[in-house]
């Protein structure tokens, strides 16, 4: 990930919007000083201020990321969208979390599930715990079908408990597949302390709706590694 080109990014922005770097600040509430740092490739905002920027400038947020992405077709279907774990690992690595927290450690999600591919990240230090999954593709059987409704939750599976972690956004009368292709779960900050997970104790669950009923796909999701 290049800082220098994103604060080379958001510097023009800024200055194409007639905004000093002290107005931009105010209205990402933050400190002008941080602006500075970001315009001097010194610092890079975090993804929750990259979003918040990419709106206020009205850019694409893979546009500030610099990710890419690779097209792949078979003979039966056209695969939806696939980013490279490298790449989801490194833009993660820089973006979610500030550069003063610089001993985080990582663990990757992965399912277990032979019909959908997700990916995406658990990062933590002793004081925080954050969850990015980006990337989560149906692998099954061609579903043309246009649901009624669709939605999606991330949930950790305790001994006594379940807890809903995150809900993604819900779309009507769509396919799964496009649905998908806009699926993006970001956890900043989790209340459970990753150290408290096993490697199998979160999975995502997808709620399709014809019309005539919910049916639900549970999606196991497994760490690499149990953090420690």
């Known amino acids: 990930m290049d800082q220098d080109r994103i604060g080379k990014i958001i510097k023009e922005n800024r200055i194409k919007n007639n905004l000093t770097q002290a107005e931009l600040a105010d209205k990402l ?27 206020l400038f009205n850019l694409d947020i893979n546009e500030l990321l610099g990710s890419e992405s690779i097209k792949k077709k078979s003979n039966k279907k056209l695969l939806i ?4 774990v490298l790449v989801i690992i490194s833009i993660v690595c820089i973006v979610i979390f500030r550069k003063k927290d610089n001993n985080f450690k990582m663990t990757e999600i992965k399912s277990t599930c032979s019909t ?93 709706d014809e019309g005539n009923g919910t049916n639900v796909h549970k999606i196991p999701l497994k760490l690499d590694d149990k953090c420690n």
């Open 29 to 55: 509430g933050i400190t002008y000083q941080a602006v500075s740092k970001w315009e001097n490739g010194k610092n890079i905002p975090d993804i929750a201020i990259l979003t918040e920027i990419s709106k």
């Open 81 to 84: 969208i696939l980013i490279s």
């Open 116 to 208: 959908y591919d997700i990916n995406g990240v658990v990062a933590y230090n002793k004081s925080k715990t954050s969850i990015y999954i980006s990337n989560v593709n149906y692998c099954g059987k061609k579903d043309e079908t246009k649901y009624k409704k669709i939605s999606c939750n991330l949930y950790e599976k305790l001994d006594d408990k379940t807890i809903k972690i995150k809900s993604c956004d819900s779309k009507s009368n769509t396919t799964l597949e496009e649905y998908l292709k806009d699926v993006k779960i970001n956890v900043d900050n989790y209340k459970r302390m990753c150290t408290k997970f096993n490697t199998k104790s979160l999975y995502l669950e997808i709620e399709t």
